[in-house]
T-cell receptor
Framework: RKEVEQDPGPFNVPEGATVAFNCTYSNSASQSFFWYRQDCRKEPKLLMSVYSSGNEDGRFTAQLNRASQYISLLIRDSKLSDSATYLCVVVRGGYQKVTFGTGTKLQVIP | GAVVSQHPSRVICKSGTSVKIECRSLDFQATTMFWYRQFPKQSLMLMATSNEGSKATYEQGVEKDKFLINHASLTLSTLTVTSAHPEDSSFYIC??????????????FGPGTRLLVL
């Protein structure tokens, strides 16, 4: 089983829609979690950290469920510019082990 | 935010040649830099961790004699793909951590180098 798993998608949603992605991780010792955004042929960029209490940044909400070992990303009021691949990142071992998911592709359609 | 540059951004070479990729942290010192490889539709795979002034730590399955890493200063790490073959064609991305911190939030990625070996 992969350490980090994501549904590759693509998720095709109309503008204005709400979309959610999940990411599961297998190692219960995982300590920190992040969502990155990667545009085609570009480097990944940090979107947001994921905290146990959940966190929100504008239209984006991230949540962590340690019991079920998954994190989620919710995007409200999707914009065309949100089209990208969203990578789940799981860190353990004091930042010595960083694992990226394969990413979920989002395509927002006009 | 902090900036990490990579050079070249794109390279095409013949099979058997060596290719050097540079990763620079432009406005901060990075004791640790990371080299990743990403094949199409796959996740970023960590190849090695580069520590300034010491030998790099390679991930399992990555040949250290093929992927030579040098981290000569706090702002520069180089990855040399020796005797490149078509299967080495990939997107190589470096990242650098701000000196004195280990938080993921202070790990900045370079723009990547697209290598095509003919």
């Amino acid at each position: 089983r992969k350490e980090v798993e994501q549904d590759p998608g693509p998720f095709n949603v109309p503008e204005g829609a709400t979309v959610a992605f999940n990411c599961t991780y297998s190692n219960s010792a995982s300590q920190s979690f992040f969502w990155y955004r990667q545009d085609c042929r570009k480097e990944p960029k940090l979107l947001m950290s994921v905290y146990s209490s959940g966190n929100e940044d504008g239209r984006f909400t991230a949540q962590l469920n340690r019991a079920s070992q998954y994190i989620s990303l919710l995007i409200r009021d999707s914009k065309l510019s949100d089209s990208a691949t969203y990578l789940c990142v799981v860190v353990r071992g004091g930042y010595q082990k960083v694992t990226f998911g394969t990413g979920t592709k989002l395509q927002v359609i006009p | 935010g902090a900036v990490v540059s990579q050079h070249p951004s794109r390279v095409i070479c013949k099979s058997g040649t060596s290719v050097k990729i540079e990763c620079r942290s432009l406005d901060f010192q990075a004791t640790t830099m990371f080299w990743y490889r990403q094949f199409p539709k796959q996740s970023l795979m960590l190849m090695a961790t580069s520590n300034e002034g010491s030998k790099a730590t390679y991930e399992q399955g990555v040949e250290k004699d093929k992927f030579l890493i040098n981290h000569a200063s706090l702002t520069l790490s180089t990855l040399t793909v020796t005797s490149a073959h078509p299967e080495d064609s990939s997107f190589y991305i470096c990242s650098a951590r701000d000196f004195g911190t280990s938080r993921m939030e202070t790990q900045y990625f370079g723009p990547g180098t697209r290598l095509l070996v003919l």
